[in-house]
């Protein structure tokens, strides 16, 4: 009986435990499609380490990667951070790539986005000191849609890139249900109990 319980706890306990720590991949180029330069592709955000990974082909003729992502109620985007699969030189082996970061919210292009001259990452700043309209990306606004994209007119040889965006969700409030933890235990306590009663001698 003890053995029956125990297991019943540790399944339970590990069903709870199972998080979201790992990467997930919201769209991968090579897997689900050549993104096109209007942006007609858009991916929702999960909780946790979200990644984007495309890649620039050999051009001319010039190329240009767009996709847009959306995140939840209640969701924050903590960062996105561009990254290359190696640093380049562009005056050396030909890349020559322009990048942006748009949010919807204030229709705000992130400061730290712009040309792009070697394979250093670029973090976003989360802010726009340019145009009409400045001041800060909203990181926590529910439905928002961030719009990225990466272009070329020349690129040799080909570039892979990764879209990082680490998100944290705001923990939902469950309704706690007593009734049910209470049926499960008396539940076990009346299997030991008729197993108890078998075991008596008439």
Known sequence: MRKMIFGS???????????????????????????DAIGTTNVNLVAGVNTILGSINQTPP?????????????????????????????????????SALFNSVANLFDDSFGAINSGASISASFFDSFGPETGPLSQDTGGAVWDFQLSAGLVFPAQPWTLTINTTQAPVDVIPLPAGGVLLLTGIAGFAALKRRKRRPA
Do not use: C, H, K, W
């Not at 199972?18 to 991949?25: D, I, K, N």
């Not at 951070?81 to 020559?96: E, K, R, T, V």
């Open 9 to 35: 706890l540790s399944g339970l306990a590990l069903m709870l435990s199972v998080g979201s720590a790992a990467a997930t991949t919201i769209y991968n180029e090579a897997v689900d499609g050549d993104l």
């Open 62 to 98: 010039a190329e240009t990667d767009r996709i847009r992502f959306t995140q939840a109620i209640g969701m924050t985007v903590d960062s996105i951070i561009l990254s290359f699969a190696a640093p380049f030189d562009d005056a050396s082996i030909g890349q020559n790539m322009n």
